[in-house]
């Protein structure tokens, strides 16, 4: 699904009309099973369908060879780097296939995606063709043999919801005009503005259960089997939730409410009178209260409802992995996809953790995926990148790493109007940041662009095509709907030929951190459902949606990263913080945070934790009832917040370990009155405090309540203040370069540098602890470039100290470098040797100082 679809929701139906029994095809042979409507009927589950050419059946109980262990996705054994592309098979021609796997082979991919959409394998009987009886291009096995023939490990995306700018989101619309019970109202019984469901309704269930019976085989067939190319993941439907959250509209069919109304009752017991005023009610007065909530507790309702569809979410993904099993699909990871980028923001990403983590968190043989579409990666947004990975690992075991599923590889012009474009640099800065925080599987989506076909009956609604994008699709592509290489296509080249380079050193490595932590707090995001009409839900809105995550003016999440700090997010919610392993931890948060979230942080600081806390002193919970405990444990009373508007122009100034730093506006400051402590910043106008330095039982708190900028000196001396520094620094530079480390079990690492900053080349020097890495050498980083330079390396054979240089190649005993300027200097144990080179050998170790753009460094 592309940014273009999340801005402008189709909404149209074909209307489809379809006879009350179905055939499937894709059965033994020939032979198809006949399912009646709305379930399996007395035929039970299609039959797998008939292996390829030379495709042994698998048996029962064949173990596949595609698991994960230690953030290390492991494919026969051995750690694994997939870089994938999405291409479409149903909307080229079958003839066309060859030639679209031919740019992604050029390319350097190794893995091919591809959503496979119920609504184009129904056809208007309803029929479900899987072996191209209807047309050739529904063959889904041949196109799947086709890429293991070439090859290509697979990535099946079978829905039943798929996105992918199909019309009725890639659920046929037969399956809502046969079952208008599945179609949800909303708030105040609005009519929902796009295709959801109600993901649990019996009814729509059944579908899907006959969907998966037709589909699921075809894809066990093609399961990764040690040795040889097969599907190495199967995702479970698409972005569950999306379009519940971006129009608004809960999914508030009588099903789910009878559902919901239950939960209350099992959660709040005899005090679910205390909190909402339509308890013991009959139902349909409840239901009535729920879809159009009153002011006094439209705030618990939104946050009840979303943590009510957690686990709902939860137990629809059980189902659909239910389903897929029975189907023969085991032994290879479950995919779940997380949406949530928009506008080249990830502001709001967070939401989308918040939605489905318990889908997967912990699950066995469960993994998440992000869904990015953040164009160039900039001072603007780096931060939200590095920070919604953070958080997406936060809420992850200690076994499963990270992945993206749909990771933006076009030129962004998804109008095909000559309206945007993405530069050069684009995929390969994302591509690499998500590699350094120890991303093993990256999905290049769209790939290849294609066309989308006629419809087999034509319902009149202006197009008759199965897309919403016209006849053509994916132009902003690597490989446009024609097949050529368009704008992007080399860089995203460039970056898969640069990452296969190091994938040998990658794929074991797990990303290194200081020891601070950005929390994240999942209840802060349980906003998706908000009543539009209540004054205290908005009130709720305005607090948490500018600080959540990022801090007020995201400066604290930007001052982390761009001052240097490797942070890792931790899921607040997930139990206590242990000040031991987390011995700083940073928190943005508004005025409302949770009762038991507000005594967990007062243990962690009598614990000897310290604390960093950005935004508002909370006095509230999620549902807006008083709550002070945090705020008592610091000795502050807040009074008034004050703004930056009609010709007040809000300042504050700097004290203790903040001064001497120049008065300056801010937009934003909460004035308090400390009863311990030392004030670090007041506002002008009253002198009342604004930030503050407070001892708390064993530990220590940094309270900033005035929206600062992102001042690195300001941020950083608030770290120093409670015993953080980077562990990993550099010399000074213009503002956009930061390093991270990723480290294999060996001790081997990888130095990931970067360099965002809009044409402004660095260069600079490495410490680490004060300790010169590189042997002391410059780094040299282009503007907007990055690179990723050996530290204690072991590979192809020789041992590599350091290099000013990155890989591209590894074979045995030589590997071979791209110089990032005039002279790259690589330091090897023992004695190497390089044509061309300056060498000196000193200690035991061979210095190298190569002066030419590509050069081989061999062992002896």
């Known amino acids: 699904m592309t940014r273009q679809t999340r801005q402008t929701r189709q909404t149209r139906q074909t209307g489809n009309t379809a006879p009350r029994r179905r055939t499937v095809l894709g059965g033994l042979g020939a032979a198809g099973a006949t399912v009646a409507a709305g379930g399996l009927g007395a035929a039970g589950p299609a039959a797998a369908a008939s292996p390829g050419p030379g495709r042994a059946a698998p048996r029962p109980g064949d173990a596949t060879s595609v698991t994960y262990r230690d953030k290390q996705l492991l494919i026969d054994g051995e750690p694994a780097v997939v870089l994938a592309g999405e ?27 591809t959503y496979i959409p119920w609504m184009w394998h129904e056809t208007p009987d309803g029929t479900i063709d899987v072996t191209g009886g209807t047309r050739p291009e529904r063959d889904l096995g041949a196109f799947l043999d086709l890429c293991l023939e070439n090859g290509f490990h697979v990535i099946a995306r079978p829905g039943p919801f798929t996105m992918a700018e199909l019309k009725g989101e890639g659920v046929p619309e037969r399956v809502r005009a046969d079952h208008p019970e599945i179609v949800p109202t909303g708030w105040d019984g609005a009519k929902a503005s796009t295709p959801t469901v109600d993901y649990l309704a019996p009814a729509f269930l059944d579908e899907v259960r006959r969907w998966y019976a037709a589909v699921m085989p075809v894809i066990a067939q093609r399961l990764h089997r040690e040795g040889r190319p097969g599907v190495i993941a199967c995702q479970l439907d698409n972005e569950i939730g ?61 946050h009840d409802l979303g943590t009510f569809m957690r686990g709902r979410f939860a137990r629809y993904v059980a189902e659909l992995r239910t389903y897929a099993e029975a189907g023969g699909v085991r032994g290879v990871p479950f995919l779940v996809n997380i949406h949530g980028t928009g506008g080249g923001s990830a502001e709001n990403f967070p939401i989308g953790i918040s939605q489905l983590m318990e889908t997967y968190s912990g699950r066995s043989g469960m993994l998440s995926g992000s869904d990015f579409y953040l164009g160039d990666l900039t001072l603007r947004n780096v931060t939200d990148l590095y920070l919604v990975n953070a958080f997406m690992d936060a809420v992850h075991d200690d076994d499963q790493p990270l992945t993206s599923l749909e990771f933006d590889a076009g030129h962004a012009d998804y109008g095909d109007d000559l309206s945007d474009q993405t530069d050069g640099e684009a995929v390969g800065l994302k591509t690499r940041l998500c590699l350094a925080q120890g991303a093993k599987l990256i999905n290049y989506y769209l790939f290849a662009g294609g066309f989308n076909p006629k419809l087999d009956k034509p319902p009149g609604d202006g197009n008759d095509r199965i897309g919403i994008t016209g006849e053509r699709h994916g132009f902003a592509a690597p490989v446009d709907p024609e097949g050529r290489p368009g704008v992007s296509y080399e860089p995203t080249k460039r970056t898969a030929h640069a990452v296969n380079g190091l994938a040998a050193a990658l794929a074991p490595m797990k990303a290194e951190y200081d020891d601070v932590a950005l929390a994240f707090v999942p209840d802060h995001y349980l906003t998706e459902y908000h009543p539009p009409k209540s004054d205290a839900v908005k009130a709720v809105l305005d607090d948490v949606q500018g600080t959540r995550g990022f801090g007020p003016r995201n400066a604290l999440a930007r001052a982390m990263l761009l001052g240097g700090f490797r942070y890792r997010g931790v899921d607040l919610q997930a139990g206590d913080v242990d000040p031991a392993k987390v011995p700083v931890l940073a928190l943005a948060t508004g005025e409302h945070l949770g009762a038991e979230l507000q005594r967990r942080l007062v243990r962690y600081l009598e614990a000897g934790g310290r604390l960093l806390l950005s935004g508002r002193v909370p006095g509230k919970d ?84 005035a929206a600062y900028r992102c001042d690195l000196g300001f941020w950083l001396g608030a770290f120093r203040t409670l015993g953080a520094a980077p562990a990993i620094s550099h010399s000074p530079t213009d503002p956009g370069v930061f390093l991270l480390t990723t480290k294999d079990g060996s001790g081997g690492r990888l130095l990931h540098a970067f360099n965002v900053s809009s044409g402004y080349d660095q260069s600079f020097t490495v410490a680490e602890r004060g300790r010169p890495l590189f042997g002391g050498e410059r780094v040299r980083l282009a503007g907007r470039s990055a690179a990723m330079l050996p530290l204690g390396l072991t590979a192809g054979g020789l041992r590599i100290a350091y290099a000013t240089a990155e890989i591209t190649g590894i074979a045995e005993d030589r590997v071979t470098f791209r110089a990032l300027g005039d002279e790259a200097v690589v330091a090897v144990e023992g004695r190497a040797r390089c044509e061309g080179a300056r060498s000196s050998y000193e200690g035991g170790r061979t210095v190298l100082r190569v002066r030419r753009g590509e050069f081989t460094v061999r062992k002896g």
């Open 242 to 302: 999306m379009l519940a959250w971006v129009s608004n509209s809960p999914d508030l069919t009588g099903h789910l409410l009878e559902d919901f109304n239950g939960w209350l009752d099992r959660t709040y017991g005899d005090g679910l009178a205390a909190r909402y005023p339509f308890a013991g009610r009959p139902a349909a007065e409840r239901n009535a209260a729920i879809r159009s909530p009153e002011d006094g507790y439209a705030p618990a309702l939104m």
């Open 87 to 113: 291409i479409h098979y149903f909307r080229l021609k079958r003839s066309d296939w060859q030639s679209r796997l031919d740019r992604a082979k050029d390319a350097g991919l190794n893995t091919i995606a």
């Open 622 to 705: 999620m549902a807006g009832r008083p709550c002070t405990v945090l705020r008592d444990a610091l000795g502050l009373k807040p009074g008034d917040t004050l703004t930056d508007a009609d010709r007040f122009w809000l300042s504050v100034t700097a004290h203790g370990w903040a001064a001497p730093r120049a008065e300056i506006r801010v937009p934003k400051a909460q004035l308090c009155a400390p009863s311990r402590g030392t004030t670090v910043l007041r506002e002008v106008s009253t002198g009342k405090g604004c930030g503050f330095d407070i001892p708390v039982g064993k530990g220590r708190a940094v309270v900033l309540t």
